[in-house]
């Protein structure tokens, strides 16, 4: 009766994901594999000359593009996450500084990316404050090219990634660190060889939540990277409403849902090698204490 009730309880989760995640994902695949339309759309034929276009050169470039904003923004983000969510976790404030971080939340995302346009504009804040203090000169462009891009991903997907690293760090015991320093370790290394190791779990969560999101980002490349900053997200909007080549859309968008399921994959593996380690860590403590 019991494994009854749980299928029951179950069953809203299940078609949901089926409904609005399955079925469309089956239909994008299934799409991959068909026939281009003469007039947009597909016919009922197999055809691999969809995963055939893939290999493009113009496409080809585009995907080493979009990887390589993608990785250097989600460097960034972790650059600047650890720090942050470590404070957080120390703060006798952490309440008030989480609550600031969530702030961003509450603004729409398309007015947070034209704030963007506003800082980084040629008649921008950025571009006047220099003028001040240069007497005046020509605009520096600092918009609409792969730099605007990967500032406005890193901002846009900061608190994504310190939330998950703060959860991790804060279970953390800090006196492993003081333990560390009275052996001889200097304050870098109690950092790299104990606090990094027992906190891989939130900083592989802060990869994922970082770059998966950046990898297959359409509106910020669109607002203030230009056509010189295109990704792969423009790419497959383009082929699906403009050039009309729906299998190549869905080849594209094929493949970006593997890299994320692979990411997921491996998010996985090293949650269960974490709770392999921790379990047998307690097991190590146990049998001390006996």
């Known amino acids: 009766m019991r494994n009854k009730s749980g299928y029951f309880y179950t069953l809203p989760l299940v078609l949901w994901l089926s409904v609005f995640f399955l079925i469309p994902l089956g239909i994008i695949m299934t799409y991959s594999f068909l026939q281009k339309g003469t007039y947009g759309g597909v016919l009922l034929q197999f055809s691999l000359e969809a995963y055939r276009s893939l290999q493009r050169f113009t496409i080809l470039q585009i995907f080493w593009n979009t990887l390589y904003m993608a990785v250097l923004a989600t460097v960034i983000i972790i650059f600047l996450a650890l720090p942050a969510a470590y404070y957080i976790a120390r703060s006798k404030h952490k309440n008030f500084l989480l609550f600031l971080i969530i702030i961003p939340f509450w603004i729409n995302f398309l007015i ?3 704030a963007w346009i506003a800082i980084l504009g040629n008649n921008g804040f950025l571009n006047q404050l220099i003028n001040k203090l240069q007497n005046e000169g020509p605009p520096i462009q600092f918009l609409y090219n792969p730099f605007a891009v990967i500032i406005v991903l890193a901002y846009t997907y900061l ?10 760090i804060e279970k953390f015991d800090f006196s492993l660190l003081e333990a560390a320093r009275d052996l001889g370790a200097t304050k870098f290394e109690a950092f790299k060889k104990v606090l990094i190791p027992n906190i891989m779990t939130g900083v592989f969560a802060a990869i994922l939540f970082s770059f ?4 297959g980002n359409y509106a910020v490349p669109q607002l203030v990277g230009g056509t010189s900053s295109y990704m792969l997200g423009n790419i497959i909007a383009r ?3 403009v050039t009309r080549n729906w299998p190549l859309a869905a080849a594209m968008s094929t493949v970006l849902t593997l890299i994320t399921i692979i990411g997921i994959i491996l998010f996985m593996i090293q949650g269960r090698k974490t709770q392999l380690k921790e379990t047998s860590m307690d097991t190590g403590k146990g049998k001390v204490s006996l």
Request: hydrophobic share 50%.
């Open 112 to 114: 947070r990316i034209y």
């Open 212 to 215: 998966i999101p950046a990898f």
């Open 239 to 241: 082929e699906l409403t």
């Open 159 to 168: 608190p994504f990634a310190i939330l998950p690293l703060y959860s991790t």
